[in-house]
Nanobody
Framework: QVQLVESGGGLVQAGGSLRLSCVAS????????MGWFRQAPGKEREFVAA????????YDADSVKGRFTISRDNAKNTVYLQMNSLKPEDTTVYYC????????????????WGQGTHVTVSS
């Protein structure tokens, strides 16, 4: 059974930084594409970033480009999202997702999801 557990969310002032972590179990982590998504109440889930199984390829949404960085440590079964220069509009729940396949920005392409971690950015 695949489990993805996010952590690192919290309250931060605008311009500040947070690092989200997602620890995976129940899968061969080094074979999986990993992604971060976010979803505000009443809105569709939005792609944030994705990273290939090797870490050699990364993809970012335009809304976070230059501010957020996705990375992974296959030895620790963990994917990270470093978030810098945070803005109030980044406030929402962030989800980690795993995909046994090539990297995609589409949420429907991911097989397993974490429970989410909440990020609040105050102005």
């Amino acid at each position: 059974q695949v489990q993805l557990v996010e952590s690192g969310g919290g309250l931060v002032q605008a311009g500040g930084s947070l690092r989200l972590s997602c620890v995976a179990s129940g899968l061969t982590f080094s074979r999986y594409t990993m992604g971060w998504f976010r979803q505000a109440p009443g809105k569709e889930r939005e792609f944030v970033a994705a990273i290939s199984w090797s870490g050699g390829s990364t993809y970012d949404a335009d809304s976070v480009k230059g501010r957020f960085t996705i990375s992974r440590d296959n030895a620790k079964n963990t994917v990270y999202l470093q978030m810098n220069s945070l803005k109030p509009e980044d406030t929402t729940v962030y989800y980690c997702a795993a995909r046994d396949g090539i990297t995609t920005r589409t949420s429907a392409g991911y097989d397993d999801w974490g429970q989410g971690t909440h990020v609040t950015v105050s102005s």
